[in-house]
């Protein structure tokens, strides 16, 4: 069974870059594409981006600017950086495994992320 | 961006009861869309994937239909672990897109 875990500052600054890594057990991440969702308090599901273990990405436009995602396969992890943040960056975020239809079958358990000085 | 239209927001309903949700997409997607479960302080989860297959381990009560731009996910006798907020999911172009949910409350 995939098991995906976020980690990362639960507290960020504003203007200051939000990092996050998922690490992947139980399989490989070679052969999929992995995902960042995040869900800000009382709004719905938003997609941030996804990587390919080659390194290829695609960005929602909406973050484009602000995102940069990578993937360490040696450790089997990916990564998400948000530049400049601001309180309306403040969400739980998921990082999320890919199935072969882009539909999204495997997730971390989320993790808070606040913006604020 | 494909926009992704749930309906409706939220709905009551008893243990037992036949519920059907409606997602529209705002172009043709053909059967690239999936439906998730969330509960609070939990991950989503995934119960439908191309449209109108079961994912692995959730029970067959759940089911999905619909291509094109229409698609519906039944819940044919709601159980009271089901009371949940679902959200429907295009996968036919980036960027990836969610529907606004549907929340489903006991009656």
């Known amino acids: 069974q995939v098991q995906l875990q976020e980690s990362g500052p639960g507290l960020v600054k504003p203007s200051e870059t939000l990092s996050l890594t998922c690490t992947v057990s139980g399989g490989s991440i070679s052969t999929y594409y992995w995902s960042w969702i995040r869900q800000s308090a009382g709004k719905g599901l938003e997609w941030i981006g996804r990587?390919?273990?080659?390194?290829?990405?695609n960005y929602n436009p909406s973050l484009k600017t602000r995102v940069t995602m990578s993937v360490d396969t040696s450790k089997n992890q990916f990564s998400l950086k948000l530049s400049s943040v601001t309180a309306a960056d403040t969400a739980v975020y998921y990082c999320?495994?890919?199935?072969?239809?882009?539909?999204?079958?495997?997730w971390g358990q989320g993790t808070l992320v606040t913006v604020s000085s | 961006d494909i926009q992704m239209t749930q309906s409706p927001s939220s709905l009551s309903a008893s243990v037992g009861d036949r519920v059907t949700i409606t997602c529209r997409a705002s172009q043709p997607i053909s059967t690239y869309l999936n439906w998730y479960q969330h509960k609070p302080g939990k991950a989503p989860n995934l119960l439908i994937y191309g449209a109108s297959s079961l994912q692995s381990g959730v029970p067959s009560r759940f089911s999905g239909g619909g291509s094109g731009t229409d698609f519906t996910l039944t819940i044919s006798s709601l159980q009271p672990e089901d009371f949940a907020t679902y959200y429907c999911?295009?996968?036919?172009?980036?960027?990836?897109?969610f529907g606004g949910g549907t929340k489903v409350e006991i009656k």
């Open positions: 990587i390919y273990p080659s390194g290829s990405a």
């Open positions: 999320v495994r890919n199935g072969k239809l882009s539909h999204f079958d495997f």
């Open positions: 999911q295009q996968s036919y172009s980036t960027p990836l897109t």
